[in-house]
């Protein structure tokens, strides 16, 4: 995507400005979403197809995005630039919602007009405080405007790509979403941005599924333990990206009235006398992105200690020292940064209750006391999806980044329907192979498996009036087979009342459990093999 802005100027007139203005003190706001989208391969498009072809293209593309986007007044488009077009949302859940729909209405348009190119169509959403002091600053407007820009280039067309300010605020919204997902990628350095941001993609299971920035530098995460107040520095072996997984086999894999994923901060309340204050990122203060100095750990110690003098929290009891031991030292502070879970447990046991420190860099004080050496904190997803971070606390003060892994367990569902016609009706075949993980509750190693579900169906209807389902059933696990079996269900093909079979095991160790379950009538057969975490 050939650059729209400049590094760090945004060409906008002052009619756009202030039109921008007039729609931000409409909705009362101080706080604007930007929009941006672009069309993958317009230039291509032109060449190859010739001026009228793309003229009546880019008319479908303009009607689309802008109804979707002014629909309801929830938007409102600023500006085309070239095959781009750039809008600002005074709501970011809007703006999501519609980055999402405007996807669903382009799949339907090229669904529909086959004998046209498909029109793919890339989105970036950035938000950021654009008023102050009652005015609006079209500098600081400009610079959001900017990294919206740069989100959107790194996305492939179809995709969505949103910063930790946008997902930051709509998660709550995400986890009561039907059918849309989420998947941090990691953070990546936008041209002309020295400071690297977290890229976090949202999109709906039903059109596509989660594919990290191909073309962009990611950010090396190789520090990213730091002690506090002398203690020390603390490295992480190994440098984990995040990957928090959406894919679009996830809406099978949640809680019955829960459509989409739910990892969201839980933090506990605490009482405050004054604001929490910012953290300054050291990185950015050595000039090199991905490195921190010495001198802006003090920096991060001090600002903590200052923050955490002002956060009051109810201190338990001392426990008393045997006669003639050594008195305990208190136990160990801990921050945590990347702790984005609704509600994580410590060691499989505890529920873990955090205070919010510094907001600007999302740094959050463990409220439980947790002693030097190392833990486990996880949190649910559903039955089928677990996401797990190993770290290592020492005495005195820690900050620990938090790297949740998700372990997804495989299952295959299927929903087989007899054709009216004498004639068999076509078979159905599913596996799904997945490779996934535990976490030893008493050692914390991880234990790895990789599980291989399948499901083959065949049915047909017999000449005396019955249906007959064949069923051949598969589950594979690190390589070992553990169930093959065919199975054989019949009834009237007249029969409207179901036969339901629920949760007949296949295989169950400490851990987990593959069970099978299946209805079916005179029309149709639903076969499901799942499986389930234990904790």
């Known amino acids: 995507m050939e650059d729209k802005l400049g590094p760090t100027q945004l060409s906008l007139s002052e009619k756009e400005i202030s039109s921008i203005d007039d729609y931000r003190r409409k909705k009362n706001t101080a706080v604007l979403t930007i929009m941006f989208t672009d069309i993958q391969g317009f230039t291509s498009l032109a060449e190859e197809n010739g001026e009228s072809y793309?003229?009546?293209?880019?008319?479908?593309?303009?009607?689309?995005?802008?109804?979707?986007?002014?629909e309801g007044n929830a938007g409102v488009v600023i500006k085309y630039i070239g095959d781009s077009i750039m809008a600002v949302f005074s709501e970011p859940t809007a703006a999501a919602e519609k980055a999402l729909l405007i996807q669903s209405r382009l799949k339907a348009f090229n669904q529909d007009h086959p004998e046209l190119d498909k029109l793919m169509v890339r989105i970036g959403l950035h938000m950021g405080q654009t008023v102050i002091e009652n005015k609006m600053q079209t500098d600081l407007f400009g610079r959001h405007v900017n990294k919206a820009s740069r989100v959107e280039s790194l996305a492939a067309g179809g995709h969505i790509y949103i910063t930790y300010t946008v997902f930051d605020s709509i998660k709550s919204w995400l986890m009561d979403s039907k059918g849309a997902a989420w998947k941090l990628h990691g953070s990546y350095y936008l041209k002309?941005?020295?400071?690297?941001?977290?890229?976090?993609?949202?999109?709906?299971?039903?059109?596509?599924?989660?594919?990290?920035?191909?073309?962009?530098?990611?950010?090396n995460r190789g520090l990213v333990l730091a002690g506090l107040g002398g203690v020390g520095?603390?490295?992480?072996a190994g440098a984990l990206a995040?990957?928090?997984?959406?894919?679009?086999k996830r809406a099978?894999?949640?809680?019955?009235?829960?459509?989409?994923?739910?990892?969201i901060a839980a933090e506990a309340p605490a009482t405050q006398t004054g604001p929490a204050t910012t953290t300054e990122n050291s990185a950015a203060k050595a000039g090199q992105p991905g490195q921190a100095t010495a001198a802006?750990?003090?920096?991060?110690?001090?600002n903590v200690t200052s923050a955490t003098a002002k956060t009051t929290v109810p201190a338990a009891p001392a426990p008393q020292a045997a006669p003639g031991a050594t008195p305990p030292g208190p136990?160990?502070?801990?921050?945590?940064?990347g702790m984005i879970a609704r509600e994580p447990i410590l060691d499989f046991t505890t529920p873990l209750a955090v205070s919010l420190v510094d907001p600007a860099q999302g740094l959050k004080k463990s409220i439980n006391d947790i002693e030097p050496g190392k833990h486990v904190l996880h949190f649910v997803r559903s039955y089928m999806v677990r996401f797990y971070s190993v770290f290592e606390v020492k005495p005195g003060k820690n900050i620990v980044q938090i790297n949740f892994k998700e372990s997804y367990l495989p299952g295959v569902d299927i929903y087989y329907n007899i054709g009216d016609g004498p004639e068999p009706s076509p078979p159905e075949a599913h596996s799904d192979e997945e490779a996934y993980f535990f976490i030893d509750r008493k050692s914390l190693s991880r234990i790895d498996h990789v599980g291989k579900p399948g499901?083959?169906?065949?049915?047909?209807?017999?000449a005396d009036g019955k249906v007959v389902y064949e069923v051949h059933y598969t589950l594979v696990l690190d390589k070992a087979t553990i169930v093959d079996k065919t199975m054989r269900l019949e009834c009237p093909a007249s029969q409207a009342e179901r036969i339901e079979v629920k949760n007949q095991a296949l295989h169950e160790d400490d851990y987990h459990r593959y069970t099978l379950s299946y209805g079916y009538d005179g029309r149709s057969l639903h076969f499901d093999i799942s499986a389930a975490f234990k904790d």
Do not use: C, M
């Open 54 to 70: 793309v003229h009546e293209l880019h008319q479908s593309h303009d009607r689309i995005l802008v109804e979707t986007i002014e």
């Open 192 to 219: 002309g941005i020295s400071k690297a941001e977290e890229i976090y993609e949202i999109y709906d299971t039903a059109i596509t599924q989660a594919q990290a920035p191909r073309k962009a530098r990611k950010k």
């Open 252 to 263: 099978r894999g949640l809680e019955a009235g829960s459509q989409a994923p739910a990892a």
């Open 296 to 302: 802006g750990l003090k920096a991060t110690a001090a």
């Open 233 to 236: 520095i603390l490295l992480l």
């Open 331 to 337: 136990p160990p502070e801990v921050y945590f940064l």
């Open 455 to 462: 499901v083959e169906i065949q049915g047909r209807k017999t």
């Open 242 to 248: 995040l990957g928090l997984g959406g894919s679009a």
